[in-house]
Structure formats: C-alpha cells, structure tokens
C-alpha cells in the first residue's frame, strides 16, 4: 500500500495517509477528515485553524505536537478568533509549545476578553497577581500595539 504524507507549511508531518484518495471516499475516515481540515487552514479558514491547532497540542487525529499546535492557534488569532487568542494565552501562561510569558498570556486573555470570552477575563486577573505592576502596564501597551497594528 502506497503511503503519502501531508505535511504543514514547516514541513513537520501532520499525517500519513494509506493513500488520500481512497481516504477522501469515505467521509468519516477520520485520516480524511483532518486532510480536509488542514487544507481550508492553509487557506486561511480560523476556524479550521484553530481546530487544527488544538489537534496537534492534544495530539486528536495528528501527531503531538504543541509548538506546531500554538503556530496554528496564532494564525487564528490574529485572525480574532477568539477561542484561538483565548488558548493561545493558556499557552503562553502555561509555556505549552511556547516559552513561559506572562505578558503575552495577558495580551492573548485580553484580546479573548474584549471579544466576549468571559473566561480570559478571570485569567488576566489570575495573571495580575502574579506579575509585577511595570510588567502589567507593559502587557497593557503589547494590548494597544497589537489593537492599532490589527486595524491596519
């Protein structure tokens, strides 16, 4: 049986399928599935980016991997999606698949925060009491940069 492997935009695979053509004949091939799903995040689809980013953190349907999950969260993101911005700081505050920043937690919450995400309200709270004033106020102007970069 022929294998063929779909691979991310970094190269790093995200599946090997027995051939995707026989998997694309059966709709609920889970192989098939996350073909189609990565397919409309390359094109730009948050929601489908998100998906796959919380896949590869989790490990559902792909391989393991957080750093390429958290990439695929950022696009989202910056997409405003808001589970992905809301994840996306979990990551960061929890350093899963990123390095350990408070600061950029807090932007991420804050951003989930303003879109309607009542959880990340809480989370930037969480967040405040661990970090120093001068480190807040900084998160408060990564916030604003990130707002007035966005709009353009």
Known sequence: MRQIQASSITGVPILTLPDIRSAEVHPH???A???RL???AVH???AAQFT???AHIKGNGVPRDPREGVKWLRRAARQGHIGAQLNLGVAFALGKGVRQGD???YMWFSLAAEGGEERALDYCLKLVKRMEPDQVEDAERMVCEYRSTAAH
Do not use: I, K, V, Y
């Open 29 to 31: 091939n889970p192989f």
């Open 52 to 54: 796959l980013g919380l």
């Open 44 to 46: 730009g689809d948050s």
């Open 38 to 40: 990565w397919r409309r």
């Open 103 to 105: 600061m950029q937690a």
């Open 33 to 35: 599935r996350t073909a």
